[in-house]
């Protein structure tokens, strides 16, 4: 499966100003889930991953229009699933641990 608009997709990322400091870091953290195509990520990095499929990384400059600066992006692709009817419905990813989830 490839990254499409209303896929689930589960990704880890760097995030670096151009001068090469990072902004935010959570390759070796647990990964971020969103839905595709919902804009609840930067539109920039969201477009650039876009048919990339689980387990590939890609690396990319942008000028993010939401920021309205340059960025650099390492991005590693953990998993991709297709959106349920519900979260597509409330354009986000629902997460149902249980009763004690934290998540």
């Known amino acids: 499966m490839r990254i499409e608009k209303n896929s689930v ?8 100003d151009k001068g090469g400091e990072i902004i935010d870091d959570i ?10 195509g919902c804009g609840n990520i930067i539109p920039s990095l969201e ?14 400059d942008v000028h993010d229009e939401v920021l309205n600066k340059p960025l650099h992006f390492d991005v590693v692709i953990d998993k991709i699933r297709a959106a349920t009817t ?17 998540c």
């Open 86 to 102: 519900d979260e597509i419905e409330k354009k986000r990813v629902i997460n149902d641990c249980g009763p004690d989830c934290c």
């Open 27 to 36: 390759m070796q953290s647990l990964p971020v889930d969103y839905l595709h």
């Open 9 to 16: 997709v589960s990704l880890r990322y760097t995030m670096k």
């Open 47 to 60: 477009r650039n991953i876009e048919g990339l499929a689980q387990g590939e990384k890609k690396s990319f």
